[in-house]
């Protein structure tokens, strides 16, 4: 298997930058949050926290490795295990990371886009989640996918008739803005605006 390995220190670099993110973001988010009508809430500590999740998924794109499970089953797990003493089952981990994706892309967004630099380029593509065979097995989308169809063939997708991925990098392959929408266009997570295409002109 091809892939590109994660030096340590870039590893630690990125997890220090996440959970420093990650603490101000629970704080906004616990200062907005509504109490309960019994006072009671549910807080259970996992035992992998946002922070170390969200440095896993950034790791995982820097390995190039294709699909998710290999990387986390035969390089995180017996490569970097030192370094994430409480790993959890794949298939926890799938399950759990549901509640990561809005402060991942939040952080996305507020610390890890690149810069203009005068010339920048815009394009969309669809986003595969699994194929229609395994549509029932699927988990991390599960109650938010349906099928679709697409010019390159059948595939599995959140809503229905797909969903797109539009980005905006500039001439060194930096991302300056991404945003998801389905078809019709609506957008369903955090994304470009209109300032970001105006800044284009």
């Known amino acids: ?53 969200m440095t896993i998924l950034i790791c995982f794109h820097l390995s190039r490795i294709n699909d998710f499970k290999s990387f986390y089953m035969m390089y995180l797990s017996k490569h970097y295990n030192h370094l994430f003493p409480d790993l959890v089952s794949y298939e926890r ?51 938010l996918a349906a099928k679709g169809k697409s010019t390159m063939g059948s595939f599995f997708v959140p809503k229905a008739f797909g969903i797109k991925l539009h980005l905006i990098i500039n001439d060194q392959e930096e991302i300056l803005s991404f945003y998801l929408t389905s078809n019709p266009p609506i957008p369903i997570s955090i994304g470009i605006t209109s300032l970001d295409l105006k800044a284009l002109c």
């Open 1 to 53: 298997m091809n892939f590109t390995p994660v030096n340590e220190d870039k590893i630690t670099k990125i997890f220090v930058q996440i959970d420093d993110f990650t603490q101000l973001f629970e704080a906004e988010i616990k200062q907005l949050r509504l109490e309960s009508a019994t006072g009671k809430s549910r807080n259970r500590k996992s035992r992998l926290s946002d922070s170390e999740m």
């Open 93 to 143: 981990f799938v399950q759990s990371s549901k509640r990561i994706m809005v402060p991942l892309m939040v952080f996305l967004k507020t610390n890890a886009l690149g810069t203009c630099r005068g010339i920048s380029f815009i394009d969309s593509t669809t986003v595969k989640v699994c194929h229609v065979k395994r549509e029932k097995q699927h988990q991390v989308l599960k109650g």
